[in-house]
């Protein structure tokens, strides 16, 4: 079947340029593989300016599933770095939700990867971070991977009651709250590592702050959670 990706951003502060300019190289890249391969096309491009967040994902799903032919939507935002070749390696792993790993700003290497806590059933929101996980081929996480670089299949939203995202200050952020209904609709949330992505603000936080920090930091690894050991060692994406 071929793929028509909508590529939706739900923006609500600054336009960094450099990460503007990565979107517009992955983005032409993603259109030109895609025509020239007969894979499907890029079926539309779409952003918000200032909205609630989760107003914003609302409002940009909504007008995706309005495009008949559209198969997935892409999720990012304006402070993403995306490497060009971000559409190809999500739509290969061919999952209801696929997405890359990016680097928290200000949490010096911490990914923005979280998965389901147990033992804590009277908060299902409850999500505990990740410190350590596979880096060389795609894995399943039951939990939270974040919007700044995610690839959903349409057939996810038709699995879930309105709102998809929705914000409750205090307990949960719009994406804890869509990924624990997706979850617990029967939808796949997987992770594909070697998109890695940066996160700009004065800083670009980047895969090689977390490398370094796992590598010299022993306390790192103590305070989340741990996928697996498997493809640890670091191989070039």
């Not at 709250?177 to 997987?190: I, L």
């Not at 996160?199 to 895969?207: G, L």
Request: charged share 20%; with cysteine.
């Amino acid at each position: 079947m071929s793929a028509h990706v909508v590529w939706a951003i739900p923006n609500y502060g600054a336009i960094w340029a450099p990460a503007y300019q990565t979107h517009m190289a992955a983005i032409a890249k993603a259109s030109r593989l895609m025509t020239v391969t007969h894979m499907g096309s890029v079926a539309g491009v779409g952003a918000t300016d200032r909205m609630a967040l989760d107003v914003a994902e609302n409002v940009l799903c909504e007008q995706f599933l309005a495009i008949e032919k559209a198969t997935h939507i892409f999720m990012t935002e304006l402070d993403m770095l995306l490497p060009e070749d971000t559409i190809e390696r999500l739509l290969a792993v061919d999952k209801d939700i696929v997405s890359g790993i990016y680097f928290l700003r200000e949490g010096h290497g911490q990914p923005c990867l979280y998965k389901k806590m147990l033992g804590a059933p009277e908060n299902p929101y409850a999500k505990t971070p990740l410190t350590i996980f596979p880096l060389t081929e795609p894995w399943q996480l039951n939990g939270c991977p974040g919007v700044g670089c995610v690839l959903i299949k349409r057939e996810v939203f038709a699995k879930m009651e309105k709102p998809w995202w929705h914000i409750d200050p205090g307990h949960h952020g719009s994406d804890m709250y869509f990924y624990t209904r997706a979850v617990d609709a029967g939808c796949e949330v997987w992770v594909e590592p070697r998109v890695r992505c940066g996160q700009i603000e004065y800083v670009n936080w980047s895969f090689d702050h977390y490398w370094a920090r796992l590598q010299h930091d022993p306390e790192f690894p103590k305070h989340g959670g741990i996928i697996s050991h498997a493809g640890i060692a670091r191989e070039e994406a």
